[in-house]
């Protein structure tokens, strides 16, 4: 096919040549912006009277045509053509003749790409919010039926203070709604309309980018014809709020992974959300969460592709940057797969609460409380630390837990100690006395599920 910019050249480009400079592979999926961008612009010039007003009104019809026709099925993408750019005007002037080649007057497709992906990313960002806000609302259901199902806290993965389901589940949702906010951050800056600034140098034509603006429904127009068309900080910003969310998933994905071990057994995942094992019988295998584990691997890498194809450009476009796409896509289509998978595997999970609540019984998740107790009968806490230091020891050697040991071994090595230790130590006193503001009693979490709840009240009605 002979190309739209062949009038310099006096040779086709080489076959090889031609597919691997190639991006209608992977800028199709931009063809509903392209042709919305096609459609601002084309109306904007006729309007301004940079091209005949019927002339305009004709293009613009013909494009909505384009658009029902790839939409339907009826006008497939030919692999042959540069780019979605490119596919659209030469059908366009196919269909059209003379008309069509009007279209891309003060346009290049430096900014035509630019205003492409923007929008793209626009639709994506808000997808992607929306599936982290109801992973959120799913983490408050599951927590709402989980404040007072008890179970150890852990550092270092050793057993460490009690907390309840609910909490641990809430600290979650606290980074997802970070997540959000970092989303919402990145869809700020890149909601700003580039069309205009040309090849680089902008137009000589007297265009209206304001208008094109408001048809598109952009905040802003770009302030810099260079920067225009040279800026991708937004697919990074883009990218690097993903990498952070694929983060938060894959260490959430960790515990899963070790909750439904035979080892913890905290929970049963749904048997539609588990796989098993070709060989041995007894396996199921939770592989949605080594995914989501695996891939978030994949995503770092879309971030470093974007990071490091921007770092040695000199100003402006360069072809450099069509490499932004095939990065930035399986980013979006990567952590949409993990999470439209992951709400539903939650939502399906069984809970074992005796189970969490024997793993909290042992392993001395009540030796702060212990300490605790003396230092609210008057004793220094480094004193009463070193006494209940002395306590764990000896249930050790004795083979036996604070909750079990007699009160006359508490009382041999302090007689601050009473009975009512035995409550002061309790698994669900441990828990309900720590009512403070972000703690883990059912008071207090009640409080976060209600703030997140809100919360997300509060942006759906921004
Ligand atoms: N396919 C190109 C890209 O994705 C569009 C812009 C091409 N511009 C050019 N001057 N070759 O970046």
Redesign the pocket.
């Known amino acids: 096919m002979a190309k739209m910019w062949a009038g310099r050249f006096s040779k086709e480009v080489d076959e090889k040549v031609n597919d691997f400079n190639s991006?209608i592979s992977f800028?199709a999926r931009m063809y509903k912006q392209d042709i919305q961008g096609s459609i601002a612009h084309v109306t904007m010039l006729g309007e301004c009277g940079i091209i005949d007003l019927e002339d305009s009104k004709t293009i613009a019809n013909e494009l909505g045509a384009i658009f029902q026709d790839i939409h339907s099925g009826e006008l497939e993408f030919d692999p042959n053509a540069e780019?979605i750019?490119m596919f659209v005007e030469a059908e366009l002037t196919k269909r059209l003749g003379e008309t069509g080649k009007r279209l891309h007057t003060a346009r290049s497709?430096?900014d035509q790409?630019a205003l492409d992906i923007r929008m793209n990313l626009k639709v994506e960002t808000k997808a992607v919010i929306k599936l982290v806000k109801q992973l959120v609302t799913t983490l408050c259901d599951i927590a709402d039926n989980h404040k007072t199902t008890v179970m150890p806290g852990y550092t270092h993965l050793q057993r460490a203070q009690p907390i309840t389901f609910a909490h641990h589940l809430m600290a979650y949702a606290q980074m997802l709604l970070r997540d959000i906010g970092r989303l919402e951050d990145a869809y700020d800056r890149m909601d700003v309309m580039p069309l205009g600034s040309g090849a680089l140098a902008s137009t000589t034509y007297p265009i209206d980018r304001q208008r094109v603006c408001d048809i598109l429904g952009f905040k802003e127009i770009t302030q810099n014809s260079l920067d225009g068309v040279s800026d991708r900080d937004f697919c990074i910003e883009l990218a690097s709020a993903i990498s952070i969310l694929m983060m938060h998933l894959s260490r959430f994905s960790e515990e899963i992974i070790l909750w439904c071990s035979w080892e913890f057994k905290f929970i049963d995942l749904d048997d539609a959300y588990a796989t098993g094992s070709s060989i041995m019988p007894q396996k199921k295998n939770p592989d949605i969460t080594e995914l989501i584990r695996g891939k978030t691997g994949r995503v770092y890498g879309d971030l470093m592709t974007l990071l490091t194809m921007m770092k040695g450009l000199p100003l402006a476009?360069n072809?450099d940057?069509?490499e932004d796409?095939e990065a930035i896509f399986d980013a979006v289509d990567t952590v949409k797969l993990c999470l439209s998978t992951f709400i539903p595997m939650l939502e399906t999970m069984t809970v074992n609460k005796e189970n969490m609540r024997a793993a909290a019984a042992k392993g001395f998740i009540n030796a702060t409380d212990c300490a605790d107790y003396l230092v609210k009968k008057g004793l220094a806490f480094r004193d009463a630390y070193k006494i209940t230091g002395t306590l764990v020891a000896k249930c050790i050697s004795l083979n036996t837990t604070l909750e079990d040991l007699p009160i006359y071994e508490y009382r041999q090595l302090c007689d601050t100690f009473d009975n009512d230790v035995y409550k002061a130590i309790s698994l669900d006193t441990c828990v309900t006395q720590r009512n403070i503001d972000g703690g883990p009693a059912p008071e207090a979490v009640a409080k976060q599920i209600k703030y997140v709840r809100e919360k997300l009240k509060a942006d759906e009605n921004q």
Request: hydrophobic content about 15%.
């Open positions: 991006s800028d780019d750019h497709r430096n790409v476009y072809k940057m069509q796409k």
